[in-house]
């Protein structure tokens, strides 16, 4: 990750759609803590996306650049005509990873990758009335839904799951989640809001929330946003520490748990050293750029935790 642009970042599109709360402003106070509308006009959004271009992408089957689900199927219409009754039937288009769909829209995500210091991808969503893509949901990222068409109704709940995450191990917990809360999530509601062109909504992961177009047409991008954890620290870290790596000792061989104990006291010392050093933080772009080959090893394995398995769908 390369040092941060900060004229760039606070005098861009980014800015200007996070307006009038501003970058600055919208991290300190909003981000990952709460949800918040920022109410704009359409022309700041205007060249990011639009039906006309998602429309000419499908027909084209531009897969190479995304993943395309009509409906609930990873599937392309056959024809001008089948698309446009599929559409005039107000049945929804969802667009996922859709980088490379607009120069804007991949110059937005990668502003958005260097202010958030996260991994970014745009989703877009080109929804009818007649069918909700999904139900009330949380996802495990926060989230930037930027309003580039008609309209969209939300229901953002005062519910919130702690820092739930896009792994396979944290799959079952997110399911059950869903399923035993959803009900008192929409029961208990903190916003409901109609965004148009040019409005911006955020809502931070874990935040219940559900939406659905009230009429005609609706497109928006939601930009998925998952910042590093300590946990990806950790992982990235492992790559290049033997010590990370080793097995804890068998069970018959520690009975009393005093070998497992002092590994991992090892382990939590050698952390400790890693941690108050610079590497960690030259590799995150936290710090100004230095030549280091432990560094440009962990920037390398941060670099691909973040990418890799982080394409889900975001609502």
């Not at 202010?115 to 970014?120: E, K, N, P, Q, T």
Request: with cysteine; aromatic share 6%.
């Amino acid at each position: 990750m390369k040092a941060y642009n900060h004229d760039g970042l606070t005098n861009g599109t980014l800015a200007r759609l996070l307006a009038p709360a501003g970058l600055g402003r919208f991290l300190r106070e909003s981000f990952g803590k709460e949800p918040v509308l920022l109410r704009g006009e359409a022309g700041r959004v205007e060249g990011l996306i639009s039906g006309e271009r998602v429309a000419a992408a499908m027909l084209r089957r531009e897969r190479e650049q995304g993943r395309f689900m009509v409906g609930a199927l990873d599937r392309a219409l056959d024809g001008e005509e089948a698309l446009r009754a599929y559409l005039d039937a107000g049945q929804p288009v969802m667009w996922n990873a859709a980088r490379g769909a607009t120069a804007a829209l991949d110059a937005l995500t990668e502003e958005m990758k260097e202010a958030f210091g996260a991994s970014v991808w745009p989703n877009v969503y080109w929804t009818g009335s007649a069918v909700k893509p999904f139900e009330a949901h949380f996802d495990a990222h926060d989230v930037l839904a930027v309003q580039c068409e008609g309209e969209k109704e939300w229901l953002v709940s005062k519910l919130r799951v702690n820092c739930p995450l896009d792994t396979p191990a944290f799959a079952p917990a997110v399911r059950q989640a869903l399923e035993e809360r959803r009900a008192e999530a929409l029961a208990n509601a903190h916003m409901t809001v109609v965004t148009q062109p040019g409005d911006v909504l955020y809502i931070p992961r874990g935040q219940f929330h559900d939406a659905r177009t009230p009429r005609g047409r609706s497109l928006h991008v939601t930009f998925a946003i998952t910042p590093p954890t300590a946990m990806d620290v950790l992982a990235a870290l492992a790559l290049g520490e033997p010590l990370f790596r080793e097995y804890l000792p068998p069970p018959l061989t520690d009975e009393d748990g005093s070998r497992t104990r002092a590994h991992l006291g090892r382990v939590a010392e050698r952390f400790r050293q890693l941690a108050e050093g610079e590497d960690i933080l030259h590799a995150l772009g936290r710090a100004p750029e230095r030549q280091s080959g432990k560094a440009t090893r962990l920037r390398d394995a941060f670099s691909a935790l973040l990418t890799a398995g982080r394409r889900v769908v975001a609502g």
